[in-house]
């Protein structure tokens, strides 16, 4: 016999069970959920979704901005046994509907705001026959007719290998991928990351820029909180802006706050007040490295300490992470307890400290694999590690510093040259918020590093200052021989600079 495990029980009835029915959930836009209000809310969606015929293993396909609309229905398609598949709900209705397609989801909830995708959806996605709107006009269902009636919103007796939800990478390299996670997953990202490193409680309460149709954003702002009977702090605009975050955290006063390098790096820059964060015990960064000079001028300015780490989607959320006890600025931190970690090299052979080699991981939270794409799963998943692709080195004193993913490291006149490095640097100006590096080739066919520069402000320095700056800090075969300073990078939705269009550009 299988031990029964759903995961949107255990995420909300237990609390309801425990007698703490009357405690926050969510708090958005000024309004305040209890987990009784969510739990109602939950089993309402999944008797909606039961009528209209989804069943358990099929999917629910989820263009949906951050929302209590959002968590119900997550929830209650994993109630039903059903998998919710979540997409980026600002990406074009072109994109929306290839990923759907894939995904062969027949039933799709869309945000009222995000409305007018849903027709350009459906011609790519024809396999769809129902759509929920937060909303709801004619040709839709709409959310009052969903959670119309609660009379069978039973949890489906799941267990933890059971398919639970999938999540789409976050498409640095190309088109995303569809990543298939359990039941199980949620628990063992919960108990091992937020239990360890954050130390998180039921007295917390957790607001995260990072939205929760990604993985980051998904333990920060749903899996984390509920998991301890915590509160979630929501904000559906996107994408948000320095003044609006810095209004939501002095409002509603998180302790634990979530963001990305890029973002934490215009927190500093605005003109915002210097006790915004007085509320906020830790900070956590994720998606990108971050600097370590973003990391000192927030601390400087606003008295709260960053944990910078990696996590994956493959991996549910973060397993290499500083502490508040072992924190070293500039690099991913260490292993957090739950994960195993190593660095190898092209031969699969452990590299010593000091060595740049490809980073492996294995843990509870992995996903199966990409839907319908065997091949590269297969070169993902191997047995119980998971090859991420990153290329890191680990210091004596066990900390672990990103190098660049493996397709972005240079070779410049025979020697290595990570972008994250010579960017770190450049950051390091005083008159640059943003770097990316990436090779071109010359007029005689050799690789030549060149930088895309984001200005503080104005015009930005001159390429002589930056070079000059170089000069002084890097080895000759290390520096940029060209530089742009450019408006803005291109990123994928979560922050993360998509380095091959810049390839592609040059």
């Not at 705001?113 to 937060?134: G, N």
């Not at 702090?233 to 810095?246: C, G, K, Q, S, Y």
């Not at 600025?329 to 000091?354: L, N």
Request: with cysteine.
């Amino acid at each position: 016999m299988r031990d029964e495990f759903n995961a949107s029980s255990w995420l909300v009835d237990r609390h309801i069970d425990n007698g703490r029915g009357e405690s926050i959930a969510i708090r958005c836009g000024g309004q305040a959920v209890s987990y009784a209000q969510l739990g109602d809310s939950v089993e309402r969606v999944a008797t909606g979704l039961r009528a209209l015929g989804v069943r358990r293993e099929e999917r629910v396909g989820m263009v949906m901005l951050d929302s209590v609309e959002f968590v119900a229905t997550f929830l209650g398609a994993m109630r039903i046994g059903a998998v919710p598949v979540l997409t980026n709900p600002l990406l074009p209705a072109r994109d929306l509907g290839l990923i759907l397609a894939d995904s062969r989801a027949q039933v799709l909830a869309v945000s009222e705001e995000r409305r007018a995708v849903i027709k350009d959806i459906l011609a790519a996605a024809p396999e769809i026959s129902s759509v929920i709107t937060t909303g709801g006009d004619a040709g839709t269902v709409s959310w009052e007719t969903l959670t119309k009636t609660d009379d069978n919103g039973r949890p489906h007796p799941t267990w933890p290998e059971s398919p639970g939800f999938w999540l789409c990478t976050s498409g640095t390299t190309g088109l995303p991928k569809l990543a298939m996670h359990r039941h199980g997953d949620i628990p063992a990202s919960c108990e091992t990351y937020a239990a360890s490193v954050l130390s998180i409680t039921e007295a917390d309460r957790c607001f995260s820029v990072g939205p929760m149709f990604h993985a980051y954003g998904l333990g920060n702002s749903l899996t984390f909180p509920l998991a301890v009977g915590a509160t979630a702090i929501l904000e559906p605009t996107r994408p948000p802006t320095p003044d609006l975050v810095a209004a939501v955290v002095q409002a509603e006063k998180p302790t634990l706050f979530f963001c990305i390098p890029t973002f934490y790096a215009a927190l500093t820059n605005a003109d915002i007040p210097d006790d915004t964060f007085q509320s906020v015990r830790l900070a956590v960064s994720a998606a990108e490295p971050l600097p370590a000079e973003t990391f000192l001028k927030f601390r400087d300015r606003f008295a709260t300490t960053i944990l910078d780490g990696i996590g994956s989607t493959e991996m549910l959320h973060i397993f290499v992470s500083n502490t508040s006890d072992q924190l070293e600025p500039g690099s991913s931190g260490v292993a957090v307890p739950g994960y195993e970690i190593r660095i190898i090299d092209d031969a699969g052979a452990d590299v010593p400290d000091g060595e740049p080699g490809q980073l492996i991981v294995k843990g509870e939270s992995a996903a199966m694999g990409y839907w319908c794409k065997s091949e590269i799963s297969r070169s993902t998943f191997r047995g119980h590690w998971v090859y991420t692709g990153d290329l890191y080195v680990r210091s004596a004193e066990g900390f672990h510093t990103y190098l660049g993913r493996t397709d972005d490291m240079l070779r410049v006149g025979g020697e290595w040259v990570s972008p994250a490095e010579v960017e770190g640097v450049l950051i390091e100006h005083p008159d640059v918020l943003e770097a990316a590096v990436v090779g071109e080739r010359d007029d005689a066919g050799v690789i030549r590093p060149i930088a895309h520069v984001i200005p503080v402000s104005g015009p930005g320095p001159a390429p002589q200052e930056l070079t000059k700056w170089c000069k002084d800090r890097l080895a000759g075969f290390k520096r940029p021989k060209r530089y742009e300073i450019v408006p803005d990078l291109p990123k994928t939705s979560t922050g993360k600079i998509q380095r091959y269009k810049l390839r592609n550009q040059a």
